[in-house]
C-alpha cells in the first residue's frame, strides 16, 4: 500500500501528474512555460526601453538648460519613437499560441518570433551606446552625428518590431 502512495505523491504534483495522463497536456503545460517566459521577455525590454526614454527625456533636460536648442527636436523624435516602441510591445501579438486557440504556432514559427524578440532586446545595448555618445559628444564637433545616430536607431526600433509583427500575422 504504501508504494501505491510513493507513486501518486512522489515529487511531481498530484494534479499535474493525473493530468499529465490526459492527452495533449503536456503540450498546454509547455504552452504554458511559453506564455510565462513571453510575458517575462516582453517586461524586460519594456523595463529596458523605459529606463532609455527616461536617459533621452534627461538630456532633453539637459540641452534645454545649457541652450543647446536646436537639438531639442531630434531628442524629442528619438524619445517619440522609444515610446512608441514601448507601447507596440506592451500591445503586441503574443509569440504563442494557446491551448485552445484554433491557429497553433509550430516550434519553427515560434523560433523566428524569439528570434525578433532577441534582436529586440539586443538594441538596448545601442540605443544605450549611443545615448552615452551623446553625452560623451557635448561641446564637440560629433554632437550632431550622435544626436542623428540616437535617431536612427530609435527608428530602426519601430521598423524592426513592425517586420516581427508581420512575421506574427503571417502565422495567424
Not at 39 to 51: C, K, N, P, V
Not at 120 to 139: C, E, F, K, P, T
Not at 156 to 170: G, I, N, P, Y
Amino acid at each position: 500500500m504504501s508504494d501505491l502512495m510513493e507513486q501518486v505523491t512522489g515529487d511531481q504534483d498530484p494534479l499535474k501528474k493525473l493530468l499529465s495522463k490526459i492527452p495533449g497536456f503536456d503540450g498546454f503545460m509547455e504552452r504554458q512555460n511559453r506564455r510565462a517566459a513571453d510575458a517575462l521577455l516582453r517586461e524586460t525590454i519594456r523595463l529596458q526601453f523605459h529606463e532609455q526614454w527616461k536617459r533621452v527625456s534627461e538630456l532633453q533636460q539637459e540641452f534645454a538648460n545649457a541652450g543647446e536648442l536646436m537639438y531639442l527636436d531630434d531628442l524629442e523624435t528619438a524619445a517619440t519613437k522609444i515610446q512608441t516602441f514601448i507601447d507596440k510591445v506592451d500591445g503586441a501579438s503574443r509569440g504563442y499560441s494557446s491551448f485552445f486557440d484554433a491557429i497553433k504556432i509550430n516550434e519553427e514559427e515560434l523560433a523566428k518570433i524569439y528570434e525578433f524578440d532577441a534582436a529586440l532586446l539586443d538594441m538596448a545595448d545601442g540605443v544605450s551606446s549611443a545615448i552615452s555618445n551623446i553625452h560623451a559628444s557635448m561641446g564637440t564637433d560629433g554632437l550632431p552625428a550622435a544626436v542623428r545616430h540616437l535617431v536612427s536607431l530609435s527608428r530602426d526600433l519601430v521598423s524592426t518590431f513592425d517586420q516581427r509583427d508581420e512575421v506574427v500575422k503571417a502565422i495567424q
